[in-house]
């Protein structure tokens, strides 16, 4: 008479704990940045992401430690891939675009390929600023790292219109300066979603303004840095 012996299942890799991880991770930050760009960093408990995601909270609790934790994450994940998807959009960019262009491109990215990066930051920015600690500051070197990068593109694209320090000077003027705009405009944007300005009028007065300005600057109009 023959037996059979039930072998136990084999544990599953190293590997293949890392990849089920990583995917728990991802599916975590995806809706917890889907949730708080719609209720904010009060309005999203790890309940509700929980909930959402179909992972338990502990397991949260476990890959990000705590809400905090979980919210630098969401940060840096978006950033990462809006920072990616805007090096894409330059590289096809034509090499004599002008200033007011390059600006109108990155307009229309914020605006229409990436609002919830954008809305989550301005929310964590207004929500936390009393807070301090270690979100706010991923805000802000975020913030920091776009204005670097719009900087060094802009003056590729004055390099023929004055000499290299004084474009310099310009290009940080106007970085500054679209910064400015890009947040006045996206709230105004979300308020009325296009109904008292469309878009594309919203894109043409930041590119009018940005034009009269750096007109202004590279006659050494603008003021003092």
């Known amino acids: 008479m023959s037996s059979s012996t039930t072998q136990p299942n084999p544990k599953p890799s190293s590997g293949a704990r890392r990849e089920r991880g990583a995917k728990v991770r991802e599916r975590v930050l995806k809706v917890a940045t889907d949730l708080m760009a719609r209720r904010g ?27 905090e934790g979980l919210l630098g994450a969401v940060i840096d994940r978006a950033a990462d891939a809006w920072f990616e998807a805007a ?14 262009q390059l600006n109108h491109a990155g ?5 229409e390929e990436a609002p919830e990066f954008f809305r989550v930051l301005l ?3 207004l929500e936390r600023r009393d807070a301090g600690g270690s979100t706010l500051e991923s805000v802000k070197r975020v ?12 003056e590729q694209r004055l390099a023929g219109s004055c000499d290299p320090e004084h474009g310099h000077h310009v290009a940080e003027r106007l970085a500054s300066l679209a910064l400015v705009l890009v947040d006045g405009s996206f709230v105004g944007h979300q308020i009325d979603a296009g109904e008292t300005m469309p878009v594309e009028e ?7 303004i940005m034009g009269l300005a750096r007109a202004a600057l590279i006659a050494g109009e603008g003021g003092a840095a």
């Open 41 to 67: 960093y009060a309005g999203t408990t790890i309940s509700a992401i929980s909930k959402a995601s179909g992972v338990l909270p502990a397991s949260i609790y476990w890959h990000f430690e705590n809400k």
């Open 87 to 100: 090096a894409r959009a330059a590289d096809q960019e034509e090499t004599d675009s002008t200033p007011e």
């Open 107 to 111: 307009f229309r990215y914020v605006f």
């Open 123 to 125: 929310l964590i920015s």
């Open 143 to 154: 913030r920091a790292r776009f204005r670097e990068r719009l900087v060094d593109r802009l």
């Open 202 to 208: 919203r894109y043409a007065q930041m590119s009018w």
